[in-house]
């Protein structure tokens, strides 16, 4: 409790209030400009669970406020790279990943996992979806925006209160508003709205001082200015959602017109040509069939550069450009023009997904203990094989451990399934890439696990000895860091917990 003594010191606090950050677990949606911040001080402060969702990769233009990262960072991604510096911070939290875009698929499954959201994205749609998922699992949700010199903060759906939706009933159009990569921010911003939003999460935890629940908090970094603005709560769209299945909600607002074209179709036209109007210095670059980059202020005098016959996709950084680029070659006759409903950093994530999928994704789970036959079958189909020079093993057994008094008889294992299988296989590919390694099998339990019984098994063959060694330590630290796989403790009194660390 050293690390924590100016907390434990405080008499809101003390040991007490610093169990209660321990055992919190807050899902921070966006490890960007207000990510950053946010997930530094919590996981400073010792918040047990952190989990972070990001699908983007560090660029060289986040460095001017996304102060976690640097340049060892670029081109890796957000969740993955903020989580091997945040555990530098503090080794004795648990930190997942999700390296992966928060969506209709995935978003209430997640929520159900934390106790606190944390919404530190840039664009409408997330922060639509964000608020109807935290209404349907009814969980708190600390939020933020930036824009320019200005910052606003507030808590959504806490105790019942106002929502994101209370606020803001409906999304607007796309392109009604820019975000910081088309308008900029000064550096500095991020860094207070974040740390704000630490604040708010920490008395949640701790349920002291008043939170900024029914309240939009607005700061202006030139002026230093700041001002609150009171919600009132609006129960008849509360109750509208829900009453909805999450997928039935229109979290976009019509901006899939006949401008807008989505990058799966886009890349289903044969002959089309891909227009950038980003200027010429901005990453990520783009490598695809039939590309050309024109900026969009040289697009008026660039029209015959551009084949009519062709359907014209139009690129640029998050959709706004190239609506605007769309409009004037519209104007000019070129009536087959079409604008990428996302930017350029998710085509080329895309681009990568399709040339990446060449392995199939394996299921893992096994239902019930992994009984010593099937280990035993496993091992035994490689060691005729004249290649390998050495296998190991790891047996995760249920122990009989003893909590306040009560006596572990069983574990009951549950877990992501799609999710967690989708992690177990980047461990596998990871691992591969790392080591050398000939063969490898990982297997887990799910289901009621006994005391004695084994829960997860993993096994590594490589023709070097240690590189067997090497490997297994890796692949099971990562298993207990990343995979979503939830144990609930069985004790012989019939009364459960769930496990701090499955």
């Known amino acids: 409790m050293k690390r924590y003594s100016r907390h434990i010191a405080l008499n809101e606090i003390g040991i007490k209030g610093q169990n209660k950050i321990s055992n919190a677990k807050v899902l921070v949606v966006g490890a960007g400009g207000l990510g950053c911040p946010t997930l530094q001080y919590l996981a400073a402060a010792g918040v047990g669970t952190l989990g972070i969702i990001d699908f983007d990769v560090v660029e060289e233009s986040n460095l001017q406020r996304q102060v976690l990262y640097g340049k060892s960072s670029l081109g890796i991604n957000k969740a993955i790279a903020a989580k091997k510096r945040l555990e530098d911070l503090n080794d004795s939290i648990s930190i997942h990943t999700y390296p992966h875009k928060l969506d209709l698929s995935n978003a209430l499954e997640l929520f159900e996992a934390y106790d606190i959201i944390v919404d530190g994205t840039d664009n409408f749609e997330s922060r639509y979806l964000i608020c109807d998922a935290s209404i349907i699992s009814n969980k708190p949700v600390v939020f933020a925006s930036i824009y320019k010199f200005e910052g606003q903060v507030s808590v959504f759906n806490y105790q019942s209160g106002p929502t994101y939706r209370c606020l803001f009933p409906d999304p607007p159009l796309k392109?009604?508003?820019?975000?910081?990569?088309?308008?900029?921010?000064?550096?500095?911003?991020?860094?207070?709205?974040?740390?704000?939003?630490?604040?708010?999460?920490?008395?949640?935890?701790?349920?002291?001082?008043?939170?900024?629940?029914?309240?939009?908090?607005?700061?202006?970094?030139?002026?230093?200015?700041?001002?609150?603005?009171?919600?009132?709560?609006?129960?008849?769209?509360?109750?509208?959602?829900?009453?909805?299945?999450?997928?039935?909600?229109?979290?976009?607002?019509?901006?899939?017109?006949?401008?807008?074209?989505?990058?799966?179709?886009?890349?289903?036209?044969?002959?089309a040509i891909f227009i950038d109007v980003r200027d010429l210095h901005e990453r990520p670059t783009i490598n695809i069939k039939n590309y050309q980059q024109i900026p969009l202020i040289e697009i008026p005098k660039s029209l015959d550069k551009i084949n009519p016959k062709k359907d014209i996709i139009v690129i640029c950084q998050?959709?706004?450009?190239?609506?605007?680029?769309?409009?004037?070659?519209?104007?000019?006759?070129?009536?087959?023009?079409?604008?990428?409903?996302?930017?350029?950093?998710?085509?080329?994530?895309?681009?990568?997904?399709?040339?990446?999928?060449?392995?199939?994704?394996?299921?893992?789970f096994k239902?019930?203990?992994?009984?010593?036959?099937?280990?035993?079958?496993?091992?035994?189909?490689?060691?005729?094989?004249?290649d390998i020079g050495a296998h190991n093993i790891f047996?995760?057994?249920?122990?009989?451990?003893?909590?306040?008094?009560?006596?572990?008889?069983?574990?009951?294992?549950?877990?992501?399934?799609?999710?967690?299988?989708?992690?177990?296989?980047?461990?596998?590919?990871?691992?591969?890439?790392?080591?050398?390694?000939?063969?490898?099998?990982?297997?887990?339990?799910?289901?009621?696990?006994?005391v004695g019984e084994i829960c997860l098994f993993v096994f590594v063959s490589s023709p070097r000895r240690k590189e067997v060694f090497k490997a297994l330590e890796y692949v099971v630290e990562e298993i207990k860091a990343d995979v979503p796989v939830f144990g609930k403790e069985l004790f012989e009194d019939d009364s459960h917990q769930w496990k701090v660390n499955s």
Do not use: W
């Open 318 to 364: 998050s959709g706004i450009r190239s609506k605007n680029a769309v409009q004037i070659l519209r104007d000019n006759g070129l009536k087959k023009s079409y604008s990428l409903s996302d930017g350029a950093a998710a085509l080329l994530k895309q681009l990568k997904n399709k040339t990446m999928k060449t392995s199939k994704i394996k299921n893992v």
């Open 175 to 271: 392109g009604d508003a820019p975000n910081c990569s088309e308008t900029g921010v000064i550096g500095v911003l991020p860094g207070i709205i974040g740390s704000l939003q630490a604040n708010e999460v920490l008395k949640i935890i701790l349920e002291i001082g008043s939170v900024f629940s029914g309240q939009l908090y607005c700061y202006n970094s030139k002026t230093n200015e700041s001002q609150v603005l009171f919600i009132k709560k609006n129960q008849k769209k509360i109750d509208q959602i829900k009453k909805m299945l999450l997928k039935e909600i229109d979290h976009q607002k019509c901006q899939q017109d006949s401008v807008v074209l989505s990058i799966d179709d886009a890349l289903k036209k044969d002959n």
């Open 367 to 386: 239902e019930g203990a992994i009984s010593s036959d099937f280990i035993g079958e496993s091992i035994a189909k490689h060691q005729s094989k004249t």
């Open 395 to 450: 047996l995760g057994q249920v122990r009989a451990d003893e909590i306040k008094g009560k006596t572990i008889r069983a574990i009951e294992y549950t877990a992501y399934n799609d999710m967690a299988n989708q992690k177990f296989h980047e461990i596998r590919e990871a691992t591969f890439s790392k080591f050398k390694l000939s063969c490898m099998h990982i297997y887990h339990s799910l289901g009621e696990v006994k």
